[in-house]
């Protein structure tokens, strides 16, 4: 079967925010370094990258962000000594993350918003399709988004957003899609895009959560695009240009997620992430939930 678009090999990762939110952890350290459960935030997400096949991932980055290039680095060190103790578990595990995929970065400079650092791949990602991955977005691996959303950018071309449904009044902490159903339960056609609407002007309660494929001609539309809310280059405002004239870009298309995908970069979501990823875990979960059940019997 011949296929009518490039396949989607790249992955860009923005991880080049300050992190605000998590002050004073984020203040030496990457907020996308915190751990979940035993891993940081930013692994899940380049597991994700390699589950969907894309092996060649770029993360944007900034300063205070060299923690996430050694994370991804072999280290001699640590390996050596696992070895010579022949502790083989603990060694699997610092070799995982070195393994996942073949990791490229590039540094954004100053953070002038997300669409900045998305222009900060075009040089690397030339003129293909690509994926871009919120680095302090994380899905729950149980539920798979991102190979979906490649299967429907393969079907149709153009881009692909990710979508989650919220409550009304939480659309404006969001980017915010107008949409028409398609023959697909899951797929909707993006007509209009808006950046954190107030719940009344908001044309649906469908956010734009941190998962894109995205046609190259975003690049050329993002040199374009002035600084918008906050000063920052938005990525949103781009999306709405592709969304608004499909011949600069083909269509854009929207695979909306019912799975559970949790913001590391809030405080109450990234606890929440912990709880739950915690007590799934075949290893941790027992004894963890056996403790949690009594707190909250006790405590709550
Ligand atoms: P956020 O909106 O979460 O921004 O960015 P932030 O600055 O990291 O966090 P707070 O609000 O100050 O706590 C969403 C994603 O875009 C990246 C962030 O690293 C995060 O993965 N980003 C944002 C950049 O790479 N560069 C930017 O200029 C802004």
């Known amino acids: 079967m011949t296929q009518a678009h490039p396949r989607i090999s790249k992955a860009v990762i923005p991880a080049a925010g300050l992190g605000t939110r998590f002050l004073p952890a ?13 891993k940081p935030a930013i692994q899940y997400v380049v597991e994700e990258a390699a589950a969907a096949g894309l092996s ?10 060299r923690p996430l290039e050694d994370h991804f680095d072999r280290n001699y060190e640590l390996e050596s000594a696992l070895t010579k103790k022949g502790d083989a578990g603990r060694l699997a595990k610092v070799q995982e993350s070195s393994d996942l995929a073949t990791m490229h970065y590039v540094r954004q400079g100053d953070p002038k ?7 900060c791949a075009a ?35 153009g881009s692909v957003i990710a979508l989650m449904e919220v409550d009304p009044e939480h659309i404006q902490m969001y980017g915010c899609a107008a949409a028409e159903p398609t023959a697909d339960g899951d797929v909707v056609k993006v007509t209009g895009l808006v950046e954190k609407p107030s719940p009344a002007e908001a044309p649906s309660n469908l956010a734009i959560i941190g998962r894109y494929v995205l046609d190259p001609a975003v690049f050329g539309i993002l040199r374009e695009t002035e600084p918008g809310r906050g000063g920052e280059i938005q990525l949103t405002d781009a999306l709405q240009k592709l969304a608004a004239d499909e011949k600069v870009g083909g269509p854009v298309h929207g695979v909306v997620f ?20 915690a007590c799934e875990r075949e290893d941790l979960g027992p004894d963890f939930k056996t403790w949690l059940r009594s707190y909250v019997h006790e405590e709550m």
């Open 26 to 38: 984020t203040k030496a350290t990457p907020k996308e370094m915190l751990p979940v459960v035993d």
């Open 258 to 277: 019912k799975g559970r995908r949790y913001d590391t970069g809030d405080r109450g979501d990234y606890l929440r992430a912990i709880v739950r990823l």
């Open 123 to 157: 040089p690397h990602v030339g003129e293909e399709p690509f994926a871009v991955l919120l680095g302090d977005d994380l899905i729950d691996p149980r539920d798979p988004l991102l190979s979906r959303m490649v299967e429907i950018q393969e079907q149709h071309g």
């Open 56 to 65: 060649d991932v770029l993360m944007v980055t900034g300063r205070n962000k």
């Open 113 to 119: 918003g997300l669409g900045h650092a998305v222009l």
